[in-house]
């Protein structure tokens, strides 16, 4: 599928920024943000509070919709503080906006020029589709979490929804974007990149649960075995007090938190095996290292992440940890999708 350059910039130009998108759903995760804007105001909702008198209204509708939220989390919260939490949540949809006037009025030109084969034009509406899904789902993880006495937060299982939908988006337009970069076809037939694609979607999957549930507090140690007595206590005992009070079962988080460091010891240990049966063999050397020093890079920044969890997540490391997570199945998608040149 060959396109004109400025339609393969514009679709790298996407990737970008859904790239840049979900990471800003990451912090706004992490600095507990996502509550802060109560109402969904799709065109007045693009400027933020103009004067003192606004901000308060603002911070009042925060207090009363996430009631449950503030009392428990927040209940010392000042105006300036309440300020800092609201950026992250506007920065976030305002990026969203963003995005559509990036995608929406160069797609009209490009078709009306004629410069997208049907093919492409195809699969850009997928991305379209993916994108309204994702916001759609976006407000409905929004709204599980404001007027409910119950809850401290977003629910954690309608976040990594909206975090699997955001990352199908990236990948599918990252794959559209490389198949006009040449003919490739489908990409290779390399069964083994297909199945570490699969697991690391997966591995992003459970870091959406990890987050969600704030499943690091309740073992912020590295080695699992060195404290395994501790793991097996908050599985097993029936009267542990919830951690951070994100989530009513703490057992439930420290199986995540199990799952989510298996899948990474799992994905560790095919790609070692993948290099030494030479599975990599047939594809670019550069892709090859910018993988394997990603997929190293990923593993001491979850290392870092889990280490300083006590009492609240970090959200530098855990930022960190997103995007080059992100990055990370970007590159094996890339694996998928190049040939030896």
């Known amino acids: 599928m060959k396109v004109d350059r400025s339609v393969q910039r514009w679709l ?34 693009t400027l933020p509070p103009l004067n003192d008198v606004e901000w308060n209204e603002s ?17 010392n919260m000042q105006l300036a503080d309440y300020k800092w939490i609201f950026f ?12 559509g006037f990036v995608f929406l009025f160069p797609f009209l030109f490009f078709l009306v020029k004629g410069m997208l084969p049907k093919v ?46 955001a990352t199908v988006l990236l990948g599918y337009l990252f794959v559209t974007w490389k198949l006009t970069l040449k003919d490739i076809g489908k ?53 542990i007090s919830d951690v951070g009070n994100y989530e009513s079962n703490a057992s439930l988080k420290a199986i995540v938190q199990i799952f989510h460091r298996g899948f990474a010891y799992c994905i560790f240990g095919l790609v070692v095996f993948g290099l030494i049966k030479s599975y990599f063999r047939n ?26 969890s006590i009492g609240h997540i970090p959200v530098v490391f855990g930022a960190l940890h997103q995007i080059t997570g992100l990055l990370l199945f970007l590159s094996v998608l890339n694996l998928k999708y190049s040939v030896e040149m």
Do not use: C
């Open 12 to 45: 790298f130009i996407g990737v970008v920024l859904i790239l840049v998108q979900i990471v800003l759903g990451g912090i706004t995760r992490l600095t507990d943000s996502g509550l802060s804007i109560t109402e969904w105001k799709v065109i007045q909702g």
């Open 187 to 239: 990409g290779n037939s390399n069964s083994f990149i297909s199945f570490l694609v699969v697991f690391i979607f997966l591995q992003i999957l459970m870091g959406g649960l990890m987050a969600g549930m704030r499943a690091a507090l309740v073992h912020p140690y590295f080695s699992i075995f060195s404290h395994f007595a501790e793991f097996k206590f908050i599985i097993f005992s029936s009267d």
């Open 88 to 99: 992250w949540e506007y920065f976030h949809r305002l990026w969203a906006r963003f995005m």
């Open 283 to 308: 594809l670019p050397n550069r892709s090859v290292y910018m993988f394997v020093t990603l997929l190293i890079s990923q593993i001491i920044l979850g290392i870092f992440t889990i280490s300083f």
């Open 120 to 165: 492409l034009i195809r699969r850009l509406i997928v991305v379209i589709l993916l994108a309204i899904l994702a916001a759609v789902f976006g407000i409905i993880m929004v709204y599980s979490g404001l007027n409910d006495d119950t809850r401290t937060w977003v629910s954690a299982y309608k976040l990594t929804t909206h975090l699997l939908i």
């Open 59 to 75: 911070f009042d509708l925060y207090k009363a919709a996430a009631k449950k939220q503030f009392t428990d989390l927040h209940s």
